[in-house]
């Protein structure tokens, strides 16, 4: 039998498997502690469990964090950590200190099958969801290295959340509750190209905080920058994107809309989006594109992206252009790029998120 890794369960699943073990739930509160709030991977030290229960969970159980091959400070003070899974996989985690916040950008798969076409992760292809131990390790790791606390997780890394739900509810839970990170559910964001059906669920079995790669608003255009549009075109999206915040008026839907100069930033692109969000509690992020090689786009001119955001502000729609960070260690969106085995794995996007 496969050992379990402690790092991957929740409270709930923690609860489980010390019953099973023929000891009281309560014990799954003391180790969460240990091994998220203190950092502790080792039994011995785990002082207030019993001989019997540590006898046990040494031989029953492991913690395994993913292994740090590399980390990378930036100038502006971004660190990125590059992470082995196993032989070959690799993945990119990267921490944005940003004032009083500090936010590590996490990955929830090694490569991505969504195909957007600006993406530079896109380009190496998908291989394989990550395990909900694999997701928590992310901030396992980042949390033992830190002197302050960390504030905020954001799913924005190498791959789609909302096509690894069994791995990402969990991880959510962890990251959520007192005894491990105890980050409230508006300093947890999710973000997604939009896999409507996912999101529902989401929404059923959450209640994070959604950030939604929109991009374009009208179909042609968001058909060929985000292919899953395909699937789920922008008139299934957007209700499922209102009915997520519906139950909660303070909230409001985070969209992502990357700059692409001449594809998605003239004035009549803006007056499109205004039109698509009436109606929706809305806060825009612009973000300006960051080329990569072969990358086919150019980024919109910053004095395009400021005419742009101002008209989303005159009509009511907060918007900020986010700031391009790490872009020195390639730690910037879209710029993650871990190392995949075996290319001949990539999959095409119908099957990988069918
Ligand atoms: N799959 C999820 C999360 C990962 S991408 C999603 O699509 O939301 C995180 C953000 O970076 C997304 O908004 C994505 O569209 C954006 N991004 C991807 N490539 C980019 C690039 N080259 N320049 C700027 N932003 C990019």
Redesign the pocket.
């Known amino acids: 039998m496969h050992a379990a890794n402690l790092l991957g369960l929740d409270r709930g699943a923690m609860e489980s498997l010390f019953e099973g073990m023929g000891h009281k739930p309560f014990h799954a509160r003391q180790v969460l502690k240990w091994i998220h709030k203190h950092g502790v991977t080792d039994f011995e030290q785990m002082t207030d469990l019993s001989k019997r229960l540590r006898a046990q969970l040494l031989a029953e159980t492991v913690v395994v964090a993913p292994r740090i091959i590399a980390e990378q400070p930036s100038a502006d003070g971004t660190r990125k950590w590059v992470l082995e899974l196993d032989c070959g996989n690799r993945i990119e985690s990267v921490l944005i200190p940003d004032g009083e916040r500090t936010t590590l ?1 996490v990955s ?1 798969q090694a490569g ?1 099958a ?1 195909e ?1 076409s ?5 380009r190496q292809g998908f291989n394989r969801n990550l395990s909900t131990a694999e997701i928590v390790g992310q901030v396992w790791v980042a949390t033992r290295t830190l002197e302050t606390p960390l504030t905020n997780v954001v ?9 690894n739900m069994e791995a990402l509810l969990p991880a959510l839970s962890i990251i959520q509750d007192d005894l491990a990170y105890g980050l409230s559910k508006y300093r947890v964001t999710v ?4 896999i409507v059906p996912a999101l529902k669920r989401l929404r059923e079995a959450s209640d994070v905080s959604l ?3 929109l ?1 374009a608003a009208n179909n042609p255009l968001r058909d060929e920058l ?1 292919p899953i549009n395909r699937k789920y075109p922008l008139e299934e999206l957007i209700p499922a994107c209102r009915d997520f915040i519906a139950n909660d008026k303070r909230r409001k839907i985070t969209w ?3 700059m692409l100069d001449g594809v998605n930033d003239s004035d009549q692109h803006a007056r499109e989006l205004i039109r698509l969000l009436e109606g929706t509690p809305s806060k825009m ?1 612009l ?6 090689p072969g ?1 086919g ?1 150019r ?1 919109s001119p910053p004095e395009r992206i400021e005419a742009f955001r101002q008209r989303l502000m005159k009509s009511g729609i907060i918007s900020i252009t986010r700031k ?1 960070r790490g872009d020195d260690i390639d730690a ?4 993650l790029v871990g190392k995949i085995a075996d290319r001949s794995r990539r999959v095409g996007l119908r099957e990988a998120v069918a």
Not at 118 to 122: D, M, R, V, Y
Not at 332 to 335: E, F, T
């Open positions: 950008c929830t991505c969504l957007c600006f993406c530079s992760t896109a799913m924005m890394g190498m791959g789609e959340p909302l096509a973000s997604t190209a939009g950030a939604v790669s991009h985000v992502e809309y990357v992020n973000i300006p594109f960051n080329p990569f990358a786009y980024p391009t910037a969106c879209g710029q």
